[in-house]
């Protein structure tokens, strides 16, 4: 067993970062590159070709990179191809490709059709997303599965040193495709499993950090959320009284939250330069009377680019140039934004940052491969608390989004106060881990009710808890009718303006999880 690595070349497809996701949770360090710059070394014990969305053929598509073909004429190294990648070593060892009349989209039951080392079962459900197939074999391959439609799913060639696969192995929908992948690593390339580990990796991540930014000063938001938090703890472990931390304060916060944050940075961790920015002010008069909720988040997201380079302008003097601003990006984000892919969109600027013409900042991305579980677990190995790394989401323009209408401060202390006790409830009956985000809303408008002898018309509070994956569908959750109950009258008893707690049982899609 060898402690060498698994070189993903990448085609540009959407999973690319799936396969390395994978191949380290089988323990073994995974890097991507483009095929362009992929170089052969000593350090490298398997190579997979990747998927990607063009055809073999076309004019421009990628082709096997020139400084791989020593390496697939003399097999000195374990290749597996993946889609588009097993369609290029099929084409490169001589075989023909194909179109598929009924192209092979989705989920699909192959045969095993022949003993190999990829396998353990004699039937799956893979998952495929090409038009294309392999029609033919080279010499010296042969097939190993098979569908009712496409009788070269995987190829196997016969020194068991090249192997290709149609289907997809790194998505969750392929049965078995982990193991697929964990038997190329362990039983064709013979790596060593424990050779990844997020303690080694944070360990990596803070030297390169440390090599990168050398002496220079690097500027990072921190908002309370886990990203730039994780992002923080990297960084500050690697550059200490280098890092500059800016919180801002847009007045819309959770209840406590500015005093926890700057408490956890300044006090706990001992992060001496912390900047915090109170821009209540500034941020609720520009929101008076605005009823629109995209012109609230509008309105957020300028103010806070305004606020955050009147910020780095100002430390910029205070403390001399600042060369990096770290960002909290993260490996979805960046899918999300098109800045991954062949022919990707190249990565925006955070917020877009108009600073001084003298004043360029480099973008420094310490999280940007990793996934938010994988964020979160590098959290807990740099030493921070659960109460921070397992916090609901919360959106940039916070309370705003779930007071419905127009924007008070006292809309906002009833609203935070509300969150509060329903917050507390949650942790108190321990129903957290139930729950993927909770928060109250204030809803628009007054309801009747009766305080002591007299008629009361107080405002109206909404609960939604939902459980979701990723926040792109979401189901509310089944919270006890007991503790609900509990909830409403001590939100009713605590708070004289409230006189109505509802619960929202509406699922995503059609509802979305916030209320604006
Ligand atoms: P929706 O309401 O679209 O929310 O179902 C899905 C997830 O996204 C969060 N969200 C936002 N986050 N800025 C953010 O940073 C926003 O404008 C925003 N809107 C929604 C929401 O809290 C949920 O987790």
């Given at each position: 067993?060898?402690?060498k690595i698994?070189?993903?070349?990448?085609?540009?497809?959407?999973?690319?970062?799936?396969?390395a996701?994978?191949?380290?949770?089988?323990?073994?360090?995974?890097?991507l590159?483009?095929?362009?710059?992929?170089?052969?070394?000593?350090?490298?014990?398997?190579i997979?070709?990747?998927?990607g969305?063009?055809?073999?053929?076309?004019?421009?598509?990628?082709?096997?990179?020139d400084?791989?073909e020593?390496?697939?004429?003399?097999r000195?190294?374990?290749?597996?191809?993946?889609?588009?990648?097993?369609q290029?070593l099929?084409?490169?060892?001589?075989?023909?490709?194909?179109?598929?009349?009924?192209?092979?989209?989705?989920?699909?039951?192959?045969?095993?059709?022949?003993?190999s080392?990829?396998?353990?079962t004699?039937e799956?459900?893979?998952?495929?997303?090409?038009?294309?197939?392999?029609?033919?074999?080279?010499?010296?391959?042969?097939?190993?599965?098979?569908?009712?439609?496409?009788p070269?799913?995987a190829?196997?060639?016969?020194?068991?040193?090249?192997?290709?696969?149609?289907?997809h192995?790194?998505?969750?929908?392929?049965q078995?495709?982990?193991e697929?992948?964990?038997?190329?690593?362990k039983?064709?390339?013979?790596?060593?499993l424990s050779?990844?580990?997020?303690?080694?990796?944070?360990?990596?991540?803070?030297?390169?950090?440390?090599?990168?930014?050398?002496?220079?000063?690097?500027?990072?938001?921190?908002?309370?959320?886990?990203?730039?938090?994780?992002?923080?703890?990297?960084?500050?472990k690697?550059?200490?009284?280098?890092?500059?931390?800016?919180?801002?304060?847009?007045?819309?916060?959770?209840?406590?939250?500015?005093?926890?944050?700057?408490?956890?940075?300044?006090?706990?961790?001992?992060?001496k330069?912390?900047?915090?920015?109170?821009?209540q002010?500034?941020?609720?008069?520009?929101?008076?009377?605005i009823?629109?909720?995209?012109?609230?988040?509008k309105?957020?997201?300028h103010?806070f680019?305004?606020?955050?380079e009147?910020?780095v302008?100002d430390?910029?003097?205070?403390?001399?140039y600042?060369?990096?601003?770290?960002?909290?990006?993260?490996?979805?984000?960046?899918?999300?934004?098109?800045?991954?892919?062949?022919?990707?969109?190249?990565?925006?600027?955070?917020?877009?940052?108009?600073?001084?013409?003298?004043?360029?900042?480099?973008?420094?991305?310490?999280?940007?491969e990793?996934?938010?579980?994988?964020?979160?677990?590098?959290?807990?190995?740099?030493?921070?608390?659960?109460?921070?790394?397992?916090r609901f989401?919360f959106?940039?323009?916070?309370?705003?989004?779930?007071?419905?209408?127009?924007?008070?401060?006292?809309?906002?202390?009833?609203?935070?106060?509300?969150?509060?006790?329903?917050?507390d409830?949650?942790?108190?009956?321990?129903?957290?881990k139930?729950?993927?985000?909770?928060?109250?809303?204030?809803l628009?408008g007054?309801?009747?009710?009766?305080?002591?002898?007299?008629?009361?018309?107080?405002?109206?509070?909404?609960?939604?808890?939902?459980?979701?994956?990723d926040?792109?569908?979401a189901?509310?959750?089944?919270?006890?009718?007991?503790?609900?109950?509990?909830?409403?009258?001590?939100?009713?008893?605590?708070?004289?303006?409230?006189?109505?707690?509802?619960?929202d049982?509406?699922?995503?899609?059609p509802?979305?999880?916030?209320?604006?």
């Amino acid at each position: 067993m060898s402690d060498k690595i698994i070189k993903i070349i990448d085609f540009g497809g959407q999973f690319s970062h799936l396969i390395a996701r994978r191949i380290r949770d089988i323990g073994v360090v995974a890097e991507l590159v483009a095929p362009e710059n992929f170089v052969s070394d000593k350090n490298i014990g398997g190579i997979i070709l990747s998927g990607g969305p063009r055809s073999v053929g076309e004019t421009d598509s990628p082709q096997i990179p020139d400084s791989l073909e020593p390496i697939l004429d003399d097999r000195s190294l374990p290749i597996l191809g993946i889609c588009y990648g097993h369609q290029l070593l099929a084409s490169y060892f001589g075989g023909k490709l194909g179109k598929s009349h009924s192209r092979e989209y989705g989920s699909t039951r192959i045969k095993i059709i022949s003993q190999s080392d990829l396998f353990d079962t004699d039937e799956m459900i893979t998952w495929m997303s090409h038009g294309d197939h392999v029609a033919e074999l080279g010499d010296n391959f042969r097939v190993i599965a098979s569908s009712e439609t496409c009788p070269i799913v995987a190829m196997e060639s016969d020194d068991k040193r090249v192997f290709g696969v149609q289907f997809h192995p790194e998505v969750t929908h392929t049965q078995n495709g982990f193991e697929l992948l964990k038997h190329f690593v362990k039983d064709v390339c013979e790596l060593n499993l424990s050779g990844w580990s997020m303690q080694n990796y944070s360990e990596t991540l803070i030297l390169d950090m440390k090599k990168q930014i050398g002496d220079n000063k690097v500027m990072l938001g921190v908002s309370g959320g886990v990203d730039s938090l994780v992002a923080a703890l990297v960084l500050f472990k690697a550059i200490g009284d280098n890092l500059h931390l800016v919180f801002i304060d847009h007045g819309l916060l959770r209840k406590n939250e500015a005093k926890d944050v700057i408490s956890y940075f300044t006090n706990d961790l001992h992060i001496k330069n912390f900047h915090f920015v109170d821009a209540q002010d500034t941020f609720l008069d520009k929101l008076k009377t605005i009823e629109d909720p995209e012109l609230k988040r509008k309105i957020i997201g300028h103010t806070f680019i305004e606020v955050f380079e009147k910020k780095v302008t100002d430390l910029n003097k205070e403390f001399g140039y600042f060369k990096y601003l770290g960002q909290g990006t993260i490996y979805s984000d960046r899918v999300e934004s098109g800045a991954v892919g062949i022919g990707a969109a190249k990565i925006k600027s955070h917020h877009n940052l108009t600073l001084p013409d003298d004043m360029e900042l480099e973008v420094i991305e310490p999280l940007k491969e990793l996934y938010k579980d994988e964020v979160r677990e590098l959290g807990k190995i740099l030493g921070a608390p659960e109460k921070w790394i397992n916090r609901f989401p919360f959106p940039g323009p916070g309370l705003a989004v779930r007071i419905l209408g127009d924007i008070t401060r006292e809309k906002i202390r009833i609203l935070q106060n509300a969150d509060k006790i329903f917050m507390d409830q949650i942790y108190y009956r321990s129903i957290d881990k139930m729950i993927w985000q909770a928060f109250a809303v204030l809803l628009p408008g007054n309801a009747v009710g009766v305080m002591g002898d007299s008629r009361a018309y107080g405002r109206i509070i909404a609960l939604r808890a939902v459980q979701s994956k990723d926040g792109m569908t979401a189901d509310f959750v089944n919270i006890p009718w007991d503790i609900l109950g509990e909830i409403s009258t001590k939100i009713i008893n605590q708070l004289p303006e409230v006189t109505r707690v509802v619960y929202d049982i509406s699922t995503k899609p059609p509802a979305t999880i916030e209320f604006e």
